[in-house]
Structure formats: C-alpha cells, structure tokens
C-alpha cells in the first residue's frame, strides 16, 4: 500500500522484526505531529502506515505465549475488538508493536527514565520478590522492574500475543533472565491467590468499559498478597466535573481513546479502594497520567 505523502513530506523507511528497535524515525516523528493538527488525516494515514509494518504473528490460539501447562486459547472480552489509537483490530493488530514502540516517547508515565524514577521511589526499601504488570504492552514497566529487583520474579501479562512475542524478544535482547510474558486476560488469570508482593499496571484501565476495568482491579486484588503494593499509572481523573466532560467529549471526537468516558465513569481511586484496597494514594498527576498506590490490608 502507498501512502498518500507530498513531496515535502517525510517518507517512511523500511521497519523489519529485526531494525524495530530503532529511534523513532523522521516520518514517524512528524505522524505524531499530524496526530494533533489534523487527526483525520492522521487516522489514514496511520491505518496505511501500520498496515506496512513487521507483524508479530504465531498460532491461532495463543499456544506459543501462554503459561506452560495452561489452557489456550484464552477467553477475549468483547471490548477488545474496538478500534483503538487509531487502530482497525484495536491491540489485538499483530502489526501495532512499532507504534506502541515508538509511542513510549509522546506519553510521561511510558518513558522508561521516569518509570523508573517513579517505581524507584514508589518502592523505595521494598523488596518484592515476585511482581506483576498487568497490561505490560510491549513491557516497558516490567523491564524496569526486573533492573530494579534483580532477585525478583517479573511477570508482565497482555491480552495480544504479538505483544508477548514481541516482548519475549526484547528481554532477549536486554539480557534480562528475571522476567517472563504471558497472554492472560488480567480479568481472570491462572495464578494463584497471594501469589504476589506487588501488582502493577499503566495506562490499561481507560482502555475498556468501566465493568471491565472493575474486574481486572478484583483480580489485581486476588493476586496480591496480604500486606502487598498495588502501584499504577494511568489517565488522569480530573476534579472537576467539566474537566471530566471535556475528556469524555475528547474520547469520543478523535477516536483514538473511545473508552474515555468510560474510564470518568470508573473514577480509578474510588474503584481502587471499592475493591478492597486500602491507604489508596494519588502521588501525582500532569494531564495525561497520574501515580497512584494501594495496599491491600493484612
Ligand atoms: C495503552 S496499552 C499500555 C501498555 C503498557 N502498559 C505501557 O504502559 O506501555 C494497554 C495495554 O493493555 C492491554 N490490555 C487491555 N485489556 C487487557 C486485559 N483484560 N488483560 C490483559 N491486558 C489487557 C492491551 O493489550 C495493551 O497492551
């Protein structure tokens, strides 16, 4: 497929499974521009643009990235299937790794310098032996867990096997022994009950309807053991009622984040301690993303 670009335009250079792991390009940098100044275009654009890019396929039912000894294929919820970022097939798009690649750079709480700064300080005198992001993409936070805590066990978990082969990868690459990546529904996972010292996620919850969020924080619950961290970064929940409509209005006009609305309507920190969670902390908040944390009591 051609891109339809002007002669003064970027071009876009060849991305394969093996040059992903390049800077992001001039094309790619000025897409993101395009994104804020004409999102209509952007969406074409993008569609063509990720229609071209390495796919990260493998067996239909997930046998490849699923826990050893562990039913595939998994149950997918519904919500999975709506376009999001863009995206037709939404993350379940074998293709989409370059762009959430890339896009660790347009969002605070995805560049690793300050994910790790944060979680650093967030966990400050722990040491967690077995940790789990939920949601970990192309797994970002979980490498920054597994160079924090060398001794510790990582898990990072996503509903999109090409995520998981994907990250399979890059841990290969980085030389990191401590973590591992499995296709798991966070909804309704196989591990056991108190199995972790802490659970984590970023910038998962705004990306489904707020039910959904709500079970994958009662799993997060199940998970995590008596006295153990709940940490998370996600989609600021703003004061005011009118700042939660502008992003409700927001969610809905571009496209790129249809779930927005529904992740006001969630209201995090209040489903966080609904859940059971306790000493339920907001550390900080810029406007798009907040630091918060939990416990779940002893
Ligand atoms: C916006 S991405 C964030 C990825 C990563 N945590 C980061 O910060 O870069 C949201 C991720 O949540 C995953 N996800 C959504 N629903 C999920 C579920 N029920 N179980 C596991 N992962 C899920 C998506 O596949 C996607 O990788």
Redesign the pocket.
């Known amino acids: 497929m051609v891109l339809e670009l002007k002669t003064n335009e970027p071009q876009p250079t060849t991305i394969t499974r093996e040059n992903i792991y390049q800077d992001v390009t001039p094309f790619e940098r000025w897409l993101f521009q395009v994104a804020r100044e004409d999102p209509v275009r952007a969406r074409r654009l993008l569609v063509e643009w990720v229609d071209t890019l390495p796919a990260y396929d493998g067996p239909e039912d997930g046998s490849d990235v699923v826990p050893p000894g562990s039913p595939a294929p998994i149950r997918i ?1 519904e ?2 299937w709506t376009p ?2 863009f995206q037709p097939g939404g ?2 798009n074998p293709k989409i790794i370059r762009l ?1 690649y890339i ?2 750079e347009q ?1 605070t ?2 560049r690793e310098d300050v994910i790790r700064e944060q979680l650093s300080t967030l966990y400050a005198g722990m040491s967690p032996r077995r940790i789990l ?9 979980a490498f920054v867990f597994a160079e924090l805590f060398p001794d510790a066990e990582v898990i990072g ?4 096997a090409p ?1 998981i082969r994907f990250a399979r990868e890059w841990a290969e690459r980085r030389g990191l022994t401590n973590v591992k990546f499995y296709q ?4 309704e996972t196989v591990f056991e009950s108190d199995s972790f010292d802490a659970v984590h ?4 919850l ?3 309807y707020a039910e ?1 969020a709500r ?2 924080l009662r799993e997060l619950f199940r998970l995590v053991r008596p006295g153990g961290m709940l940490s998370m ?1 996600d989609g600021v929940y703003p004061d005011t009622e009118e700042e939660r409509e502008a992003k409700r209005r927001h969610g809905k006009m571009v496209g790129a984040e249809p779930f927005l609305g529904e992740y006001m309507d969630l209201n995090v920190e209040k489903a966080i301690a609904d859940t059971g969670f306790v000493n339920v902390t907001r550390h900080l908040a810029v406007p798009d993303g907040m630091v918060v944390t939990a416990r779940k009591p002893n």
């Open positions: 919820p919500y999975w999001v970022h993350f379940a959430s896009s660790r969002y709480f995805t992001d939920a949601g970990t993409g192309t797994g970002t936070s978990i996503d509903l999109s995520y798991q529904n966070a909804q996620f970023a910038y998962v705004h990306e489904m959904d079970k994958i970064f």
